[in-house]
C-alpha cells in the first residue's frame, strides 16, 4: 500500500500523543455541552470529530472571508514551559444563533451574510470569554495553566498565529443545538502541543492528583448553585382512582374512604424521586409531615 507523504509538513506526534490532545478536548466538549443547553435553553451536544496535523496556510486558505475567531493564550503558572496561542474558530451560524437566543429569540434566523454589529461583538465576547474558562479547566486537569481571551477577530486576514509553512494541530469539533449542526475548531501551533503535552504523559494525567484548594473550591461552587436550585417537595398519603362521573358530582365535606391507615407512613417526592419515608403530624395550626426513613 502507498501512502502520499508531504516532507514540508512532516508527522510529528504519534498516535499516544494525539490520543492525549483527544482526551482533552473531550473533556472540554463534555463540560461545555450542558453549559450551553442551559444558557440557550436548547439541548445541545458536542463532540470531537477531529484532529490533525496540516500547516498553517492549509488552514488559513480554507476558512472562510466572514469568520469569527476567539485569540486565547495559555499562560503557565510558572516558568517551566511559554506561553501558548491557540485561536478559537466559531461557525458565523452558531455565532448568530447564540446572540439570537440570548436576545430572546427563537433561533431560527442564523443564516446570514453580513458583520457582527458592535453590541453582537460585546455579547460575543462575554460567550467566547466563558468558553475559554472551559477550555482552560480542560488544561488544568493536567497542567497548572491559564486561559484567558486577548481578543477577537472577524478578519481571517489579518489573523496570524504562525508562519504559512509552520506546523498546527488543528481539533475540530461538531456542535449540535437544536436545528444547527456548526463546527468549532481549536488551533495552536505544533511546537506549543508539542512542549505542553511533553510535560504529561496519559498515564500520567489519569493518576496526577488534582490540587486540593483548587478542588474544594470547584466543589463549593457546585454545592453553592445546588443549594440555590429550586426543586418541588410533595407529601403523598394515598392515591386512588375515581370515575369521572363521581369526581364530578364531589360537594364540599363530602368525605372520600381510603384503603390507608392515618398513622401509616407516606412517601415525600422531591420532584418526580421518591425520597423519603415520613409520619403525618402538626405543629401548631399547621400540617407537617416527620421524615423517619431515607429511601
Not at 443564516?111 to 461583538?121: G, H, M, P, Q, V
Request: net charge negative.
Amino acid at each position: 500500500m502507498i501512502k502520499t507523504y508531504d516532507f514540508k509538513s512532516p508527522k510529528k506526534f504519534t498516535k499516544e500523543r494525539m490520543s492525549t490532545v483527544e482526551n482533552l478536548y473531550d473533556s472540554f466538549a463534555r463540560a461545555l455541552a450542558p453549559y450551553l443547553t442551559g444558557l440557550m435553553q436548547s439541548y445541545c451536544e458536542i463532540s470531537v470529530t477531529g484532529i490533525v496535523e496540516r500547516r498553517y496556510q492549509e488552514f488559513s486558505n480554507s476558512v472562510p472571508d466572514r469568520s469569527l475567531f476567539g485569540m486565547i493564550t495559555l499562560s503557565p503558572d510558572n516558568k517551566d514551559y511559554n506561553e501558548a496561542p491557540l485561536v478559537l474558530e466559531v461557525d458565523t451560524r452558531l455565532a448568530f444563533f447564540m446572540i439570537e437566543r440570548l436576545l430572546g429569540g427563537a433561533g431560527t434566523e442564523y443564516e446570514l451574510s453580513r458583520d457582527f454589529t458592535d453590541i453582537e461583538k460585546a455579547i460575543l465576547q462575554y460567550l467566547l470569554g466563558k468558553i475559554t474558562e472551559f477550555i482552560g479547566d480542560s488544561w488544568k486537569e493536567y497542567l497548572d495553566v491559564d486561559a484567558a481571551l486577548t481578543g477577537l477577530q472577524t478578519n481571517p486576514h489579518l489573523l496570524q498565529v504562525s508562519a504559512p509553512e509552520d506546523v498546527v494541530i488543528q481539533v475540530e469539533l461538531e456542535v449540535l443545538i437544536d436545528k444547527l449542526s456548526a463546527v468549532l475548531n481549536l488551533v495552536m501551533p505544533a511546537p506549543n502541543v508539542e512542549e505542553l503535552t511533553s510535560k504529561f504523559g496519559y498515564t500520567y494525567a489519569v493518576s496526577q492528583k488534582k490540587d486540593e484548594a483548587k478542588q474544594l473550591a470547584k466543589r463549593g461552587y457546585i454545592e453553592q448553585h445546588l443549594l440555590e436550585s429550586e426543586v418541588e417537595l410533595r407529601a403523598i398519603f394515598h392515591e386512588f382512582s375515581l370515575d369521572a362521573q363521581d369526581i364530578l358530582q364531589l360537594q364540599p365535606g363530602d368525605v372520600v374512604p381510603l384503603n390507608k391507615k392515618v398513622d401509616s407512613s407516606i412517601d415525600i417526592y422531591v420532584e418526580d424521586v421518591a425520597c423519603f419515608e415520613a409520619k403525618l403530624g402538626h405543629t401548631k395550626l399547621r400540617k407537617a409531615v416527620e421524615i423517619n426513613k431515607v429511601l
